[in-house]
């Protein structure tokens, strides 16, 4: 990614083209939902491929696009897979910073454009995109090492990408969604040890975010626990 003032213009115009394919609406397509989802997990490789290339402006142009799809329907799927994209993003770029990566880049714009939005149960709709994958998602290739045996391991990111859950639901509020099964406790589980000083709680000026969150992820858990036969833990457990 690197030329003259005429191909710095040529890589913003294709960022607008994945736009605009995102949001391009074809009243004669079977499912819609391809272009929108296909175009959203492009977005989302443009700005990996940008800081890939060292270019972190281009990045910035490209997650700031990807933040504004479908923002007039908050609620819809198509937003919960560019929220999706934002916590796969946010979470690879700690990934960077941790790593002493070369492709980091300390800017906090770029991080707070890629910070997830909407509220607890978005956020969390969102991981489930995430895990759940989609046909045009990606980043389960990002980060991973080739063993002796020529097999491909698992990626580096769910890790961090639990710590890029955490700050956006510490930036948010609502209710998290009931844990109804030990996949959602355990997950719980994971989150609350994210939190600074929560076991036991070190510093008495925690976030006031952190500290709502993890006032819902214990009752979360308390209430897991506490259910009746095969729905808690305890009872997994035993």
């Not at 910035?60 to 929220?83: C, Y």
């Not at 994958?133 to 063993?147: A, C, K, L, Q």
């Not at 097999?151 to 844990?179: K, Y």
């Not at 709680?201 to 969150?213: M, N, V």
Request: charged letters at 30%; glycine letters at 10%; proline letters at 5%.
């Amino acid at each position: 990614m690197h030329g003259g003032p005429e191909f710095d213009a040529l890589l913003v115009r294709i960022i607008g083209c994945v736009r605009d394919l995102a949001v391009y609406r074809d009243a004669s397509a079977a499912d819609p939902q391809v272009f929108r989802s296909r175009g959203t997990w492009a977005m989302v490789e443009l700005v990996k491929l940008a800081l890939d290339a060292n270019r972190p402006d281009l990045a910035k142009i490209a997650a700031e696009e990807l933040r504004r799809l479908f923002e007039r329907q908050p609620d819809g799927s198509a937003r919960a897979e560019v929220r999706a994209g934002l916590l796969v993003l946010s979470g690879w770029l700690r990934y960077l910073s941790d790593t002493d990566d070369e492709r980091y880049t300390a800017d906090a714009g770029l991080a707070a454009t890629l910070t997830s939005d909407g509220s607890w149960r978005d956020i969390c709709a969102a991981r489930d995109v995430v895990e759940g994958g989609t046909p045009f998602s990606r980043w389960d290739r990002w980060e991973t090492n080739g063993s002796n045996s020529g097999t491909v391991e698992s990626s580096a990111l769910p890790g961090f990408i639990d710590r890029a859950q955490v700050t956006a639901l510490a930036s948010s509020s609502g209710r998290l969604p009931t844990a109804t099964d030990q996949e959602t406790a355990s997950h719980y589980e994971r989150l609350l040890r994210l939190i600074p000083g929560a076991e036991p709680r070190a510093d008495p000026g925690t976030d006031e975010g952190e500290d709502s969150l993890r006032e819902g992820l214990e009752a979360e858990l308390d209430r897991w626990d506490a259910a009746p036969g095969e729905t808690g833990s305890s009872a997994s457990d035993g």
